[in-house]
């Protein structure tokens, strides 16, 4: 029984070998691996690119969920002159805004600086 188990051990194994190389009893080709990197074409300005994009984006995101609250802190208080703090009272807004301020009439402005100039 014993000599059964390693009999089919070692064919177990034999097969698995004769499967990675192709089943044709060779060794497969080695994968061609670049040796050298690729220089970018252009060069990137400062404020562009993927960390410009990301900024771009939290900028977006920020200024839409800021204006939400805003919006939905007016609509449950009136018209009266907003405070993030008091949309943060309200339950509205979970803290101030590092990117956007409340400016004159209840508009969204950009933080002067938060990095969401344009």
Do not use: W
Not at 3 to 21: K, N, S
Not at 45 to 53: H, N, Q
Not at 86 to 115: F, K, Q, W, Y
């Amino acid at each position: 029984m014993t000599r059964r188990i390693v009999a089919l051990a070692g064919l177990g194994a034999l097969a698995l070998g004769l499967a990675a190389c192709g089943g044709e009893g060779k060794a497969a080709e080695p994968v061609a691996r670049p040796t050298t990197t690729i220089a970018a074409a252009h060069v990137i300005k400062p404020g562009t690119g993927t960390f410009g994009s990301a900024k771009a984006a939290a900028c977006d995101t920020d200024y839409t969920v800021f204006s939400s609250a805003l919006e939905l802190y007016l609509t449950m208080n009136g018209e009266s002159q907003a405070t993030e703090q008091a949309m943060i009272e309200a339950g509205v807004l979970r803290e101030e805004s590092v990117l956007h301020d409340i400016g004159p009439g209840n508009t969204v402005v950009p933080s002067p600086s938060g990095g969401c100039l344009k």
